[in-house]
C-alpha cells in the first residue's frame, strides 16, 4: 500500500463518517464508489466487503452517542438488529455469487432510489409516542427481513431502509429511529463483512485505514448535525444530489464493462 492510498483510504473514510454523523444515515451508500473509484480497489466484490466491515464500525461507534443520549427504543432495535441479521447474510451469499459488474448496475439503480427517497422531507414525530409493544417488536422484525436481506445483498449499512422501516412498523420519532437503526446498520454491516471475509474478500489494511477516517468525520458530522439540526431537510436534498451523480457515474462504468 503506497501513501496515496493510504491518505485516499483515511479521507473516503472520513467522508462517510461525516455524512452518517451528519445526516443519521445515507453515508455507507457512498462506501463502495469511494473504494472502487478513490481508492483504488479493483475488485467490486472486495470493496463491498471491505466497505461492510468499516460502515459497521462506524455504525457502532454512532449508535454508542446515540445511546448516551437516550435516543434508542432498545426492544425494537434488538428485534430488528437480530432478525435482520438473518436476511443480511442471505442477500450477501446471493450478493457474492452475481458477478461483480452486474452487482455494481443494480448498485447504481438502487443509488437512484436512495437520491429520491431522501429528497423527501422527514417528519418528526412525537418522541413520547409508545413504541415498544409486542406489536410493534413483531412489525419490525418482519420489515427487518426486508431491509436486512438489501443490506447484505448491496453491501450497505441499510440506514435509508432501516429508518423509515422503523418508523412505518412503530411509529417512533425520527430521532429514535436513526438512533436505533444504527444497532441494526452496524450488526448487518459486520454479518455481511464476516460473510465476504470467509472468502477472503476483505481488505483489512484498508478497512482499518476507512475506520479511522471514519471516526474522526463521524465525530465532525455529528457535531456539525447539532448545530445545523433545523436544516437537515437542506443537507439531505444536497447529498441527494451528489448520490445522483455517483450513482450516474457508476451505471456509466459498469455498464461500459457489461457492454464490452
Not at 477472503?200 to 478497512?207: F, H, R, S, T
Amino acid at each position: 500500500m503506497d501513501l496515496l492510498q493510504t491518505i485516499t483510504s483515511l479521507g473516503s473514510g472520513a467522508a462517510v463518517g461525516f455524512v452518517l454523523g451528519l445526516i443519521g444515515g445515507g453515508g455507507s451508500i457512498l462506501a463502495t464508489p469511494l473504494l472502487l473509484y478513490v481508492v483504488g480497489i479493483a475488485q467490486p466484490h472486495v470493496a463491498i466487503g471491505t466497505g461492510a466491515l468499516a460502515v459497521s464500525a462506524n455504525a457502532y461507534a454512532n449508535f454508542a452517542t446515540h445511546a448516551f443520549r437516550r435516543n434508542v427504543c432498545w426492544a425494537c432495535a434488538i428485534v430488528f438488529a437480530l432478525v435482520g441479521t438473518l436476511g443480511a447474510l442471505g442477500g450477501s451469499t446471493l450478493g457474492k455469487a452475481i458477478d461483480g459488474q452486474k452487482l455494481l448496475f443494480l448498485f447504481g439503480l438502487v443509488m437512484v432510489v436512495v437520491g429520491i427517497a431522501m429528497l423527501r422531507p422527514r417528519r418528526e414525530r412525537d418522541a413520547a409516542h409508545q413504541v415498544t409493544t409486542p406489536r410493534n417488536c413483531v412489525r419490525a422484525g418482519l420489515a427487518a427481513l426486508v431491509a436486512g436481506g438489501a443490506s447484505g445483498f448491496f453491501g450497505i449499512g441499510g440506514g435509508f431502509l432501516i429508518v423509515p422501516a422503523l418508523i412505518f412498523a412503530t411509529g417512533m420519532s425520527m430521532s429514535n429511529a436513526v438512533g436505533s437503526s444504527l444497532l441494526a446498520v452496524g450488526t448487518f454491516g459486520l454479518a455481511t463483512a464476516l460473510n465476504y471475509a470467509a472468502s477472503g474478500l476483505v481488505d483489512w489494511k484498508i478497512a482499518g485505514l476507512f475506520i479511522a477516517g471514519g471516526l474522526v468525520g463521524g465525530f465532525l458530522g455529528t457535531r456539525m448535525s447539532l448545530r445545523l439540526g433545523a436544516r437537515r431537510n437542506t443537507l439531505a436534498r444536497i447529498f441527494a444530489g451528489i448520490v445522483f451523480v455517483v450513482a450516474a457515474y457508476i451505471l456509466y462504468r459498469s455498464g461500459s464493462a457489461l457492454l464490452a
